[in-house]
Nanobody, 124 residues
Framework: QVQLVESGGGLVQPGGSLRLSCAVSGFPLEHYAIGWFRQAPGKEREGVSCISRSDGNTKYIDSVKGRFTISRDNAKNTVYLQMNRLNPEDTAVYSC?????????????????WGQGTQVTVSS
């Protein structure tokens, strides 16, 4: 059974940093494309970033470009999301999701394995 478990969320001040981790078990990460999604209260879920399984190609939404970096360590079966220069608009529950397609997408409907999420709160 495939499981995705997020960690690394928490409370941080504006301008601070967090690194989220998505640990995958039950399936080799090298065969997975992974996406990070977030959902703030009262808002729709949005794709934040993703990384393809085939060539490590990455995608980001415009609001996080230059601030967030996604990476993967297949040996550790873990994908990371480094988040820098956080602002209150980044406050949300962040979830990772997996798909066995070659390339990643920022559309949640293309993923079928999901983690439970980790809360990120940016506040002074």
């Amino acid at each position: 059974q495939v499981q995705l478990v997020e960690s690394g969320g928490g409370l941080v001040q504006p301008g601070g940093s967090l690194r989220l981790s998505c640990a995958v078990s039950g399936f080799p990460l090298e065969h997975y494309a992974i996406g990070w999604f977030r959902q703030a209260p009262g808002k729709e879920r949005e794709g934040v970033s993703c990384i393809s399984r085939s060539d490590g190609n990455t995608k980001y939404i415009d609001s996080v470009k230059g601030r967030f970096t996604i990476s993967r360590d297949n040996a550790k079966n873990t994908v990371y999301l480094q988040m820098n220069r956080l602002n209150p608009e980044d406050t949300a529950v962040y979830s990772c999701a997996g798909t066995r397609g070659l390339y990643c997408s920022l559309y949640g409907d293309e993923y079928y394995d999901w983690g439970q999420g980790t809360q990120v709160t940016v506040s002074s």
